[in-house]
């Protein structure tokens, strides 16, 4: 066997042993994105959403209210909340620039053999630095969120499409989760935050 073929071999290896930890963020798709939200930006959410709850800083959602009832008909609504972390913004000081100046953290093993695997041409977004909103709405017995968005932005207007697969299931209780943190260069450095209790809605049948 030559050098190359064994090094091809090793590197096939790898990719089938690591293949479960880089494919877990894909499992139920990529939410959709809003405001400066960037794809990297959803990984570092996704590596670090198994930690224990932490209500602790979660974001006080203004709508929908907890059992609120959507008519058959009703128009795409607009959800808002409000943010410790955004609060938090507000406050001038040094401590903004020392985390604007953070060095952006080392490539993951698994991001340089994807690349080393699948050499891509495309250029990343700069990496982001601020506070963003995972928003999940799931539907019983559903193991992966019905809806979903990554938004820098302290509220989500529903497209038509989203509101239409929301309709889907009519009738049903639905639950509404906010993860929120705050990244500095596509590391989290707060959080992840998360609704203590998500927020039950419904759209009417009928």
Request: aromatic share 6%.
């Amino acid at each position: 066997m030559n050098v190359r073929h064994l090094g091809t071999t090793c590197v096939a290896a790898l990719a089938l042993a690591t293949s479960a930890c880089g494919k877990d963020a894909d499992t139920c798709g990529e939410p959709l994105h809003a405001g400066k939200s960037t794809d990297e930006a959803w990984r570092a959410l996704v590596d670090v959403k198994q930690r224990p709850l932490d209500s602790s800083r979660a974001v006080n959602l203004l709508s929908p209210s907890e059992g609120e009832m959507y008519p058959a008909g009703a128009n795409p609504p607009t959800w808002e909340w409000s943010s410790p972390l955004r609060a938090s913004l507000q406050r001038p000081g040094p401590g903004a620039l020392a985390l604007e100046a953070a060095p952006r953290p080392s490539r993951s093993f698994t991001d340089w053999l994807e690349d080393l695997l699948v050499p891509t041409a495309h250029a990343h977004l700069p990496p982001y630095t601020g506070d963003l909103y995972w928003v999940e709405i799931s539907a019983p017995g559903s193991e992966c969120p019905v809806a979903q968005v990554l938004t820098s932005e302290l509220s989500w207007q529903l497209d038509a499409e989203t509101w239409a697969a929301l309709g889907k299931h009519a009738g049903q209780d639905l639950t509404l989760q906010v993860t929120s943190a705050y990244l500095v260069q596509n590391r989290v450095t707060e959080g992840p935050y998360r609704l203590a209790t998500p927020r039950a809605f419904r759209r009417s049948a009928q």
